[in-house]
């Protein structure tokens, strides 16, 4: 393998995602991936049924997940070891205490006390007049001082919002500036294009509308779905450091439940 898939949500991310673990996981054996990482927002709850598919397929489960912090850029957040898991999982249920059921308040000061980590800095969807958004570098430069050395990457993804080569080309030049590394990452949300139209349908319960009015708040193309290597290898082919990386950050990852 040449690439491997670090960001995905499932539904266990409630309303947002449009597949089941289990076909994440069967649809990335089909892809011939050995091995893909489930990152639900800001929860768990849907590793064991992602441990159990791929443990009858065969691929390696990387456990992680997707911080939505209250006062920074989200996160991936992926345990190493065991050490590295029990302080995620208790940073969960410190989030999950100070809220109301079914949400988690995170902040970064929260994420700086985890360790035997790797984490990924959720890149924008698009430029602010050309430039990286001034929240997004503030952030990053933050996580840079804080996260220890080797431990942090800068995700690019291609949303195809028109400015996809620009703002690949924005992270790069941000992650040789601070002497990060970079990984490419697909955000997906379902395991085929053809669920794009239940996403959608999720997406309206969620907001509380119809897909007649739901205007920008639907995902704008059915480009969120579990790609084949090659075709990762396609789209990122003028950073080949950042598919690289997805093979260094799942070597590094060795916890198991």
Known sequence: MKYVELQVTTNYTFLVGGSHPGEIITEAAKLGYSAIAITDRNTLAGMVRAYAAAKQTGIKLIIGCRLDLTDGVSLLVYPKNLEGYGDLCALLTTGNRRTEKGKCLLRKEDVYGL?????????????????????????????????????????????????????????????????????????????????????????????????????????????????AEKEMERLFRQYPKALQSTIDIAAACQFSL
């Open 115 to 227: 360790k035997a980590c790797k984490f990924i800095v959720v890149p924008p969807s698009t430029l602010e007049e050309r430039a990286l958004p001034e929240h997004y570098r503030k952030c990053v430069l933050e996580y840079a001082e804080r996260f220890s050395a080797g431990s942090m990457y800068l995700a690019m993804s291609r949303y195809y919002l028109g400015d996809d080569t620009q703002l690949l080309y924005r992270i790069n030049e941000l992650a040789d500036e601070i002497g990060c590394p970079i990984v490419a990452v697909n955000d997906v949300h379902y395991h085929s294009a053809e669920r794009r139209q239940l996403q959608d349908v999720l997406t309206c319960i969620r907001e509380k509308c119809t897909i007649q009015n739901a205007g920008f708040r639907l995902l704008p193309n059915a480009e969120r779905h579990l790609k």
